[in-house]
């Protein structure tokens, strides 16, 4: 049996796709597969029909799934997607699309390889990381990227080089249907105890500054140029602000938080909320850096 029809035996129906985030709220998919090679997940977009939608998920975060749920296939990326292999002699470093950012600056550190230190700040996945050229404390994703192998909706596989693919702020060109299986990125090594000092501040400082023991799906907006998303809220008053039992952090306004039973459209209607009274005092548009997707349910 091929590792596709392997892949396939594993279709699931009406999977509860809020509860795998990281803020655990929001309704189901249709349906949900885990695809485990980059071949199958090729066959597996040639043979699924263009009229329904897919959606890849991730690492969970930086996503609110809708209280009605995701009507198509979500794709969860494994197996060999997710390695992660160090070229010594051209002193290439490869990373799987589905690779955790957690394992991937473990790796680098085990590797004496720098510049990933900063990925133990962000719960995401390097795919997620290049769509959105995701970046924390002065580095982003892109700045050592060479070229990554994407798939398109279609089935297609090609290679596209850093010069091809804009890149800006939390922002990239790259088409929303396509799915990245694996980048190249060049390597420059640096001694494993500072690399290890490094990552040990950015745990530290993440822990002191943002909500890690809670629900939460990471940064909720993008900082507008020259501003800091989270001291607007502030301005407005909204730190600790909650409707039902979704609350802004009393520790990073930037970030939202299920206590415990909020839903979906709670932690939504909030953040509209943030935008709307931002907007009308300072004139200044908040954009979502959360993903939402789905349906809203009906009452």
């Known amino acids: 049996m091929t590792s596709f029809f392997k892949d396939l035996k594993n279709l699931k129906f ?20 885990e695809i485990n090679s980059v071949a199958s997940l090729q066959k597996l977009l040639k043979f699924v029909p263009y009229f329904v939608p897919i959606f890849v998920l991730g690492a969970g975060s930086n996503i609110i799934v809708r209280d009605g749920g995701f009507n198509g296939l979500t794709i969860k990326l494994s197996g060999i997607i997710k390695k992660i292999n160090y070229n010594k002699s051209n002193r290439v470093l490869t990373i799987g699309g589905a690779a955790k950012d957690s394992a991937i600056s473990r790796f680098c550190e085990q590797n004496s390889i720098t510049d990933f230190e900063f990925l133990r700040g962000i719960p995401g996945t390097l795919g997620g990381n290049i769509k959105m050229n995701a970046g924390c404390y002065g580095k982003t994703i892109s700045d050592n990227l060479l070229d990554c192998n994407v798939i398109s909706r279609n089935g297609k596989v090609s290679n596209l080089k850093k010069e091809e693919i804009k890149f800006s702020y939390r922002k990239t060109s790259l088409d929303n249907d396509l799915i990245i299986t694996s980048a190249n990125f060049k390597v420059k090594l640096f001694k494993k105890k500072q690399i290890s000092d490094k990552m040990k501040k950015i745990i530290k400082k993440r822990s002191s500054s943002q909500p890690v023991n809670y629900r939460t799906g990471g940064s909720t907006f993008k900082n507008p140029p020259n501003q800091s998303a989270w001291k607007l809220i502030d301005k407005i008053n909204y730190r600790g602000k909650s409707i039902g039992d979704a609350s802004v952090s009393e520790k990073h306004a930037n970030f939202l938080i299920n206590n415990n039973y909020a839903k979906s ?10 935008r709307e009274k931002v907007k009308k005092k300072y004139n200044i548009n908040l954009d979502w850096e959360l993903l939402r997707i789905g349906k809203f349910k009906k009452i």
């Open 14 to 33: 009406n999977y509860k796709l809020g509860k795998k985030t990281w803020f655990g709220s929001g309704g189901n998919s249709t349906f949900f597969i």
């Open 265 to 274: 459209i709670d932690l939504e209607i909030l953040g509209e909320e943030i």
